[in-house]
């Protein structure tokens, strides 16, 4: 998180090797401030505007005018674009839905509150050069849930067709903190 950089490596469990590839993440370097660089790595859908381009958000990097610094980095639009910073919450992941939005999962932290955490919708024709990219919050919850340091998202579809939508926390070797893995239906209506 110290070392900004998007690398692309062939997995082999028996014979792992460096990175065959470091992304150009289009994003001036100077811009990604300590431990707030790149926390989402994600897909675009492969028939989308993005053509399963590569889309890169940062977890608190800030423009001038407080949004996050994001970039879509391969594919046929390149190019910068901004994350609306919406309250005190920080980016910890991301993915897209299959009609081309992007599900953020976002989290705040105080000594006096503890954690909350919230998922945001992105409208996908938002994610695009030089835009302020925004949308609604779909859910939030804080200590009153069960809910901990949730850091991890991910979006399938279920065998019924449902739209699925996991959460997963990291304890990070703490007695206070554990791990925690959640799971949510979530309807298009």
Known sequence: ERNPRVAQFKIDPHDMKPPFRQLDFLVPA???????????????????????GLVVVSEKSLDKSGNIYAAVIEGPHKGVFTVKRNGNFDIADGAFLPDGDVLLLERSFSMARGVKIRLRRIYGESV?????????????????????????????????GALMVSLISDDNHSILQRNLYLEFVLHED
């Open 128 to 160: 695009e050069k030089g835009a302020v990219a925004d949308g609604p919050v779909l859910m939030e919850a804080d200590m009153s849930y069960q809910i901990d340091n949730m850091e991890g998202l991910d979006v399938w579809t279920r065998d019924d």
């Open 30 to 52: 100077w811009e990604l401030r300590r431990n707030r660089g790149f926390e989402t790595i994600t897909h675009a859908n492969p028939h989308g505007q993005h053509e399963g």
